[in-house]
């Protein structure tokens, strides 16, 4: 039968702890330097601004484009090219409020009033927190929503939309993302653009998004952190929350090196990604507890070798199934699965390093350390559970 790992495999992993805590502790500071310093592609998500994405049938220069898109104030570094060049796609990302055409409101409330009357409208409140649209309250009975959208014949690119308050309906209007659409389209007759996402959130709307998402994962890395500390002793625990922090740090630099964009779908893949990496390190910790148990007076070093070694095949068995599935997604899944996708790539890659280098040999580190480390807190060190204290030294398959 096929086997991934041979039984008799066997290799020293903590030989060089010391070496690969350097490497982990270093790649982690340096996320986090980026995450701070250089900081984070936000998406609009959490900024408020507009993304339009869209690609052409033939052959379309970026310069044809940008071009086309100056005369709306869209600036040359607001247009990209997505994937290469015979993709024909491209991205238009606004950062900031998105704004009405002073023109559309006026020839809106024009024609409401030759419909209606002068003092009609009572109130008309422009909203572009999600999307563009008006909000309008008007006086005496109710009117039907078809003869409203009667009245706005004449005025292009609008529409209504009802709501549950008396007396009150919604007007959506022409934003930023249909000037794209219909700049394009009249420049580009013979070969007009196919739009695939046009996203549109205020700045009210992403910053509390914002809040909301660094709210989420740091209640889940609370909660991490009550499961470990009831789940291990000391010896286990700080390893177990130091490789989630150091997934974590190193997946955002990546991330941030990338310039991704780092949306709710990054959040997201962020909080699978913390209780897959978890769930890898618990799986190398309860095989060398329950070795331990059955070896007490082996050498712990080689104890340590011998569960990475019996884990490692169910290791990158689990990363592999969880790559094949993210790889479609990457690929055929879209613009909004595509980040969520790219961000559990790469964290696979880093939870399967550090369940190997981090997270094992560091119980070991710690261990060697424990009476000094219990010391720094007021407790006292009870014998641990192994064998003699000497470094790791070969084994026979």
Request: net charge negative; charged share 20%; with cysteine.
């Amino acid at each position: 039968m096929f086997e991934i790992i041979p039984k008799t495999f066997w290799y020293d992993f903590v030989a060089r702890r010391r070496f690969w805590a350097v490497v982990s502790f270093a790649s982690s500071g340096i996320g986090l330097l980026l995450m701070l310093v250089v900081g984070p592609n936000w998406s609009i998500d959490f900024t408020g601004g507009t993304v339009v994405e869209m690609h052409f049938p033939q052959t379309t220069e970026i310069a044809e484009v940008r071009e086309q898109l100056t005369p709306l104030g869209i600036s040359d570094d607001s247009i990209q090219q997505l994937g290469t060049d015979a993709d024909n796609r491209f991205l238009v990302r606004i950062q900031g409020e998105a704004k009405a055409d002073p023109g559309q409101i006026e020839a809106v409330k024009n024609a409401l009033n030759t419909a209606f009357g002068a003092t009609w409208i009572e109130d008309f409140k422009v909203d572009t927190e999600v999307g563009t649209r008006a909000k309008i309250v008007y006086t005496g009975p109710a009117v039907a929503l078809d003869k409203i959208d009667a009245a706005l014949t004449g005025v292009s690119g609008v529409g209504v939309q009802g709501s549950p308050d008396d007396n009150t309906f919604y007007i959506r209007l022409p934003g930023i993302a249909d000037a794209i659409r219909s700049t394009l389209t009249s420049a580009f007759p013979q070969k007009p653009p196919v739009i695939e996402r046009t996203e549109s959130v205020g700045p009210r709307v992403g910053g509390d998004l914002r809040k909301a998402g660094v709210t989420a994962l740091l209640v889940s890395a609370a909660l991490h952190l009550v499961y470990i500390g009831i789940r291990f002793d000391f010896t286990f625990a700080p390893g177990a929350i130091i490789c989630l922090l150091h997934d974590v740090a190193i997946t955002c630099g990546i991330l941030v090196l990338t310039r991704q964009d780092f949306g709710l779908q990054t959040v997201s893949a962020l909080l699978t990604l913390s209780g897959y990496s978890l769930n890898d390190t618990i799986v190398v910790y309860d095989r060398i507890r329950e070795n331990l148990h059955k070896y007490r007076r082996k050498n712990f070093g080689d104890l340590i070798n011998d569960s990475i070694n019996q884990t490692l095949s169910r290791t990158i068995m689990t990363a592999g199934a969880t790559a094949l599935a993210m790889i479609p997604f990457l690929f055929i899944g879209g613009p909004v699965l595509r980040e969520f996708a790219t961000v559990m790539l790469v964290g696979i890659v880093v939870g399967c390093y550090s369940s190997v280098y981090v997270a094992a040999p560091l119980t070991m580190i710690l261990r060697d350390n424990q009476d000094f480390l219990l010391g720094l807190v007021g407790m006292r060190s009870k014998p641990a559970a192994g064998g003699d204290d000497a470094p790791a030294g070969r084994k026979s398959p």
